[in-house]
């Protein structure tokens, strides 16, 4: 199923205000939703406790968890932590977040974000910012994993390195996050993921890259030593991409406004080989601003983090990450994934 030259903004459809996953105590993130052998819809989200700051507390400590729903706009229980916590020797030991949960024959693929430090935990309540050390050491060690199962249930096996390092002196030199894969039927993979290099001691700024591998499980091979798109140039984060008939597609969070007019606006971009990529005519793929089924229009603070579920071949919902408050992380109260249904 192919969405060029459809625009995705306008077949976005009124969200149900009971719809989504939210949950107390917590702020929530990352939805990423697959349709189970029990025949429900199961998020794979992320979380961590609202007593630590909504940004960076994430980088510390969040945890994957799965959630259920009869339909896939919810509203979604919570069911379950599904990456834990596991120690400070484990390279995603102390933080787990950015899950995508995908299935290839008979196999669930959870792609997510691993990180760890040495470090005390935060105590409760603790006021912590992106200076704190347990942020710096856990930042610098993000990288993307892979868990698999047979079952939506699980057990999850979690791989003891990571499916996407760092490569000195390269773009991706500094962390890998954000994983958006795109796995065929025979088992082999495209893996668009956010990147950062070092300069100096400090990070540089967000770009994307793509790996591909023989098989979902490994070795991954980079297309390209430089980025898809050039930072100076076009600045996207989370990036979702699947597969048609022409190649590939891609939407992603319009960091600047600067290609689809809105800043922290979706875009949409397309590519014959999954290396080298452009945008659409009309990039625009979604916007802050949504409307609700009552007939209200909200500008969320924030919403990021796209996921399109695709149910027989065609895109039906389409999930974000949203946060309240007027915009910024630090101003926002409350956070969820919400469920917007996509029109013919």
């Not at 949409?268 to 452009?278: I, N, P, T, V």
């Not at 990021?304 to 630090?330: I, S, Y």
Request: net charge negative.
């Amino acid at each position: 199923m192919s969405l060029a030259g459809l625009n995705l903004h306008q077949k976005l459809k009124p969200a149900p205000l009971n719809g989504g996953f939210r949950m107390e105590g917590y702020w929530v993130w990352c939805g990423s939703v697959v349709k189970g052998e029990d025949g429900r819809f199961h998020m794979f989200a992320s979380r961590w406790r609202q007593s630590l700051p909504m940004h960076p507390g994430w980088i510390m400590a969040s945890e994957v968890v799965r959630a259920v729903s009869d339909t896939p706009e919810g509203p979604y229980e919570f069911q379950e932590v599904v990456l834990p916590a596991r120690g400070a020797q484990f390279w995603d030991g102390r933080s787990t977040h950015n899950p995508h949960i995908t299935k290839c024959g008979d196999t669930y693929l959870l792609y997510y974000m691993g990180s760890t430090h040495p470090l005390p935990e935060p105590a409760e309540g603790e006021q912590v910012g992106l200076d704190d050390p347990r942020c710096i050491v856990g930042r610098a060690n993000k990288r993307v994993g892979l868990a698999t199962s047979k079952s939506v249930f699980g057990p999850w096996e979690r791989s003891d390195s990571p499916l996407l390092p760092t490569r000195p002196g390269k773009f991706d030199s500094f962390l890998t996050s954000n994983p958006a894969p795109c796995v065929s039927p025979d088992g082999s993979a495209l893996l668009v993921y956010k990147a950062r290099r070092y300069e100096g001691n400090v990070h540089g700024k967000m770009t994307i890259g793509v790996a591909h591998a023989e098989h979902f499980t490994g070795p991954y091979v980079r297309s390209s030593d430089d980025p898809l798109f050039s930072p100076e140039q076009f600045h996207i984060e989370d990036p979702f991409i699947w597969k048609t008939d022409e190649g590939y597609e891609l939407i992603a969070k319009d960091m600047e406004g600067n290609i689809g007019g809105e800043k922290h606006g979706g875009v949409h971009a397309f590519s014959r080989d999954g290396k080298e990529w452009a945008f659409s005519e009309a990039p625009k793929a979604y916007s802050r601003t949504i409307t609700w089924e009552d007939g209200t229009v909200q500008t969320m603070g924030s919403l990021e983090r796209p996921f399109l579920l695709f149910q027989d071949g065609k895109p039906t919902h389409l999930f974000c990450a949203v946060a309240n408050g007027p915009g910024g992380f630090q101003k926002a109260t409350q956070t969820w994934n919400m469920c917007i249904p996509i029109g013919e």
